[in-house]
């Protein structure tokens, strides 16, 4: 037992600690000084030698413990994340019976120690509020509540830009954290996350407003958020709007406080400006929310400026909706980008600009947009509402479509297009889903114009996309990444009307490779052996358009708009446009 406690009294020891850490990683890092020590842990200001960088050296002290399995799956969370605002993780691994972590220094002080001195200035609490509403909304995006950030966790490096570098408590790390039951960390904790419960998004937020209650204040809040005493009450200084973001985000009811970081980002943005919030932009499904709690999130996003009437569908770009703008009273729909597609800055910008240029499209069969705005971390632009249904539902439900109205179908998609490429815009995504058609008059709109064009994902070949998850639709130059023009719009509004006579997708697999296998082989499908009643003449046509080979397709939706009507006065109908005012669905 004495030999245990030399042996416990030698691991600690500063000197002999200092020792052993030099000899160790002698080939890795040159050894400044100790930081920190405690029972379990050391932390070494360090130098890389190969970088000739100082990095946070920390070492975990006791093997087969329970505070080693906790250190260790802290690394391993921290060095899944990559957020400026949160602590980077540059290597781990072993030595002897150490664990321990290499880490950013970040040169500078805790919030702690900056606020020993006084409260921070207002720009600086402000500040704060941005960075840790980043750090914490892109945690979220990872599904990590991060439970609890006292002022001794968060780094202020030399500009004053915030970093939080303790995840111990997460709820990634709580099956094997220790006690959490320190009176000092009390008042940081949401009420419904003490002692030692997981919490929620809405605890971090409550943890966000103690921070900046602190900052501004100089004083931890009461424990108790009902006892909570207004920050203007002990610094006259404090903006209202800046008492409210904090009042609001402590608030003892989670459902009272905010819905998500970007609300107070944007709050705190509208009223005292200069700042520019980069959240994730997280989706749904890596957020774990409820169908239920994306709608409660689309709702306070849009405001009093629409209301969320009912969702009409959604696909591989995101979710459409019904709803009614407010300030011109009338019903429009709404699609909200999925939000992983938006999450990179790059993409946001190329939509912005994308629906820019859609916008000015005007043609009696494309549907128009009207606006494009984005709120809480989420984007989303309006277009014309119409009332009927997409292609894909039509044939899902009545089956192969009549001969005629398919062929008005195809005459007024090519004027579309046609209207569309003379603006120098190729749609690039054109699919059963796209084309919608109109309960009052069976007439076409072709929806999403430029989007597919914006949002240019890895895994999502040449930016096409379908229901299916496979680019059915799109023409094999497109899926193998060539260049594209308007005669990929041509190849793909030919195999939709395929579609829509045989009830079925003309090209089908399993994968991608598949599907442009059998594009890629010859002949084109000929719809004509598979259902009688469609001319020769118009399944030649449509056998063109859809060529594997581009330039043995139409020059211009113009010229397979004549070569159709020709052969359709050939064979003694009627102008396909004058066919069929209506459609039941």
């Not at 610094?235 to 905010?258: D, F, G, N, T, W």
């Not at 299916?468 to 793909?492: C, H, I, W």
């Not at 052996?529 to 399944?539: I, M, Q």
């Not at 060529?547 to 050939?570: I, Q, T």
Request: aromatic letters at 6%; one cysteine or more; charged letters at 25%.
């Amino acid at each position: 037992m004495i030999q245990k406690h030399q042996a416990a009294d030698k691991q600690t020891d500063p000197a002999h600690l200092a020792e052993r850490v030099r000899r160790l990683f002698r080939d890795q890092f040159s050894i400044d000084r100790l930081v920190a020590l405690s029972e379990n842990r050391a932390l070494f200001l360090s130098r890389d030698l190969v970088l000739n960088r100082p990095v946070a050296l920390r070492i975990h002290l006791k093997p087969d413990t329970r505070s080693r399995a906790w250190f260790e799956r802290e690394v391993e969370l921290l060095a899944r994340l990559d957020h400026p605002s949160l602590r980077t993780i540059y290597s781990a691994g072993h030595r002897e019976d150490w664990s321990y972590r290499v880490s950013q220094w970040i040169e500078g002080e805790s919030l702690a120690e900056a606020v020993g001195r006084g409260p921070r200035p207002i720009q600086a609490v402000v500040q704060l509020a941005f960075d840790l509403a980043e750090a914490v909304e892109y945690a979220h995006s990872k599904n990590v509540i991060v439970r609890r950030i006292v002022p001794s966790t968060v780094m202020l490096d030399q500009l004053g830009r915030a970093v939080v570098t303790d995840l111990r408590f997460s709820n990634k790390c709580l099956d094997v954290a220790g006690p959490d039951h320190d009176e000092m960390v009390a008042p940081y904790l949401a009420p419904e996350s003490r002692p030692d419960k997981p919490g929620d998004r809405a605890s971090d937020i409550y943890t966000i407003g103690t921070l900046l209650y602190f900052a501004v204040t100089g004083e931890a809040p009461n424990p108790d958020p009902r006892q909570i005493t207004p920050p203007q009450s002990l610094r006259v200084a404090c903006p209202k709007i800046l008492q409210e973001v904090i009042m609001k985000s402590m608030r003892p009811e989670p459902s009272k406080r905010y819905l998500n970081c970007s609300e107070i980002a944007e709050e705190l943005s509208a009223h005292l400006g200069g700042h520019e919030f980069h959240a994730p932009l997280a989706s749904s499904h890596t957020t774990g929310e409820t169908r239920v709690e994306y709608e409660h999130r689309l709702r306070r996003a849009l405001g009093d400026d629409y209301e969320l009437m009912v969702e009409l569908g959604s696909g591989g770009f995101g979710r459409v909706y019904k709803v009614r703008d407010l300030r011109l009273e009338r019903e429009v729909a709404l699609k909200v980008l999925h939000p992983h597609l938006t999450a990179d800055r790059a993409i946001a910008d190329r939509f912005t600009r994308e629906a820019q240029l859609a916008a000015r499209l005007s043609h009696p069969n494309i549907v128009s947009i009207h606006d494009i705005g984005g709120r809480s971390g989420l984007i989303w632009y309006t277009m014309a509402y119409i009332e009927g249904a997409n292609m894909a539902d039509i044939v899902s439900r009545t089956g192969p479509q009549p001969v005629d109205l398919v062929v008005r179908w195809l005459q007024q998609s090519l004027d579309a297009l046609q209207h569309a490429h003379d603006q120098g815009i190729v749609h690039r995504d054109i699919k059963p889903e796209n084309v919608l058609i109109s309960r009052l008059d069976g007439s076409v709109h072709i929806a999403d114009f430029g989007l597919a064009l914006a949002i240019q994902v890895s895994g999502i070949f040449g930016g096409a996309t379908s229901r299916s998850g496979t680019p059915e639709f799109a023409s094999p130059e497109q899926m193998l990444g060539e260049k594209v023009n308007q005669r990929t719009d041509l190849y793909s509004i030919s195999l939709v009307s395929i579609f829509a006579l045989l009830g079925r997708s003309p090209y089908s697999g399993p994968s991608v490779a598949a599907i442009l296998a059998q594009q890629t082989t010859p002949p084109a499908p000929d719809v004509s052996a598979a259902r009688s009643d469609v001319p020769e003449g118009l399944a030649g046509v449509l056998r063109r358009g859809a060529d594997a080979d581009p330039e043995r397709r139409y020059g211009s939706a113009s010229e397979y708009s004549e070569a159709l009507a020709k052969c359709m006065a050939g064979l003694g109908s009627e102008p396909a446009r004058q066919i069929r005012r209506g459609v039941e669905f």
